[in-house]
């Protein structure tokens, strides 16, 4: 059964500010989703697509940007490339109090200006 449904989509440019300012990074995106290299458009996209993923996911949640922290959430991809949301911590606490044990499924996509994340909750 789905119990949560949530997209977002984000400006890629604006995070060339982010790539330019480690703080901001780190404030925002896990350790495992930070990457140290590749070309500036490459690293925009990266960001935006996962601070895409963090804003689906609040709303598939139905709490906002609340009660968690933003690095609570993050994004791995597996050998092929396929991308999955991990929730810990505060976030995990959350999902597993609303809906008990359940999968997180994501969506990502990106294009020269935009990105855009889909994610759902399933029990």
């Known amino acids: 059964m789905i119990c ?3 997209t977002d989509i984000a400006k890629v ?5 982010w790539i ?3 703080e901001m990074i780190n404030h925002f995106f896990n350790e495992k989703e930070v990457k140290e290299s590749g070309c500036e458009s490459a690293l925009c996209q ?3 697509a996962r601070f895409a993923a963090k804003e689906a996911f609040s709303k598939a949640l139905g709490t906002g940007l ?3 922290s933003l690095k609570d959430i993050y994004i791995i ?3 092929k490339g396929k991308p999955t949301l991990i929730a810990e911590n505060k976030a995990a606490e959350i999902v ?4 008990g044990k359940c999968s997180i499924h994501v969506s990502l996509s990106h294009e020269k200006e935009y990105a855009i ?3 759902i909750i399933e029990s």
């Open 20 to 22: 330019d300012n480690p």
């Open 4 to 6: 949560g449904i949530g």
């Open 46 to 48: 990266h960001y935006a």
């Open 77 to 79: 991809n597996d050998e």
């Open 13 to 17: 440019s604006r995070f060339k500010k």
């Open 66 to 68: 609340s009660g968690f």
């Open 96 to 99: 597993k109090e609303k809906f």
């Open 117 to 119: 994340a889909f994610v």
